[in-house]
């Protein structure tokens, strides 16, 4: 399988880095972490039980087999463990196992995972490096890269965090092998809220993968990529890697003209942008308290409600609406709404981190490829309230 490298260039600062894309990387990320790292040293290994059961040994053995001591800390598996509390954990962790400012935190898992680790790494002795080594669609084509860590808290997603760029990124596309099928689903959601930002030319290619792939063959593809020669095989992971890279190249490019999100950029490269359908997406899972919904999942339908609202705003046409519900549908079975309230999810509008001065910040279209920012002084309430009723009862 061809390997392909992403760079992410933050002006050519200490902090600019690569983004390696490839299958069976696991088992030489002692020596990717040298070149990142630029030497030997400590490195405090982030990760949860299930991944750090199926990954765990291939890492640690592969980090000291390359001069790297290794230290490991397991934090418990789901979103509401992305918490102060598991911060703190984690910081004791580190202080009690006496890291220095020379060391470095590796996080290998998910989203949860790396921006957890990332978020410990960001503040510890006022910051101290880390890698990411992401183990979902989901975290591959989004949070790994950008520098964007955090924590959950009562009052909102997301909303205790800091910019804190990794040193080096490795995906290994095999580790998805492991994956249930609403992690896969997850993080096409992901792919497709780049695609309907981007341009055409990116959601055409996810629209067409999606049309060329059996989402529940493709598991069962990945773990046979070695052992099967089959040439339709061998297409699908190669077409699912290059999408993965495609995704992370646009990101980077968001990320390269936008780093901290500046509070002044409302362009359509505004890294503000990469928020479209996560306005709902924080909100449904705020009111099921982090337990119900995929994050990505929640993204699918994060889409559809800026989608159908752009629409009745009268910035985007029916026909960009209606083809970015056909490929949001491509993605897989996502949760019901049947139990939610609507009342509750607007009221958790209100603790989204895309305020400023007062506003709500909404990402919305004004065609595929064409995001725009909307204040929610420019959106009547009357006018989202019914495309969320709308939605609720759709998905019910």
Not at 144 to 154: D, L, P
Not at 277 to 290: D, I, M, P, R
């Amino acid at each position: 399988m061809r390997m392909r490298s992403v760079n992410v260039d933050l002006g050519g600062r200490p902090h600019s880095y690569l983004v390696e894309v490839g299958s069976g990387l696991l088992s030489s990320c002692g020596s990717w972490a040298r070149k990142c790292l630029k030497g030997n040293c400590r490195v405090l290994l982030v990760s949860n039980p299930t991944v750090f059961k199926q990954y765990g040994e291939e890492v640690v053995c592969s980090l000291a087999e390359s001069g790297f001591t290794v230290e490991t800390f397991l934090m418990s598996d789901g979103e509401r463990f992305k918490s102060m509390k598991t911060a703190e954990a984690a910081l004791k962790f580190m202080a009690e196992a006496r890291l220095t400012r020379t060391d470095a935190v590796v996080a290998l898992g998910g989203g949860v995972v790396g921006d957890l680790a990332g978020f410990v790494a960001a503040i510890y002795l006022r910051g101290i490096r880390f890698l990411q080594i992401p183990t979902t669609l989901l975290s591959m084509v989004d949070s790994s890269v950008g520098g964007k860590t955090g924590v959950n808290s009562a009052f909102g997603k997301n909303l205790i965090g800091a910019f804190h760029q990794p040193s080096g990124v490795m995906v290994d596309v095999s580790t998805l092998s492991t994956l249930p099928e609403r992690e896969i689903t997850a993080g096409l959601c992901e792919m497709v809220k780049h695609g309907a930002i981007s341009g055409r030319s990116l959601l055409k290619q996810t629209g067409e993968f999606l049309a060329s792939v059996d989402r529940r063959s493709l598991i069962s593809d990945l773990k046979d990529q070695v052992s099967d020669g089959s040439k339709t095989r061998k297409a699908a992971i190669n077409g699912l890697s290059d999408l993965i890279a495609e995704n992370i190249a646009f990101k980077a490019k968001i990320v390269t003209g936008d780093e901290r999100e500046s509070s002044k950029n409302i362009s359509s490269r505004s890294r503000k942008i990469l928020n479209f359908g996560h306005t709902l997406a924080h909100a449904l899972e705020k009111v099921t308290s982090y337990r119900y919904f995929k994050h990505g999942e929640a993204v699918g339908l994060g889409i559809l409600f800026a989608a159908e609202l752009s629409k009745s705003l009268a910035l985007c046409d029916e026909k960009d609406v209606n083809l970015l519900n056909d490929v949001v549908r491509n993605v897989g079975p996502l949760p019901a709404l049947a139990n939610i309230d609507g009342d509750e999810v607007f009221e958790a509008f209100k603790f989204d981190k895309k305020h400023l001065s007062g506003s709500l910040q909404m990402i919305l279209l004004k065609g595929i490829g064409k995001p725009v920012i909307v204040t929610d002084e420019h959106i009547p309430r009357a006018t989202a309230q019914k495309v969320l009723k709308k939605l609720l009862q759709k998905w019910a």
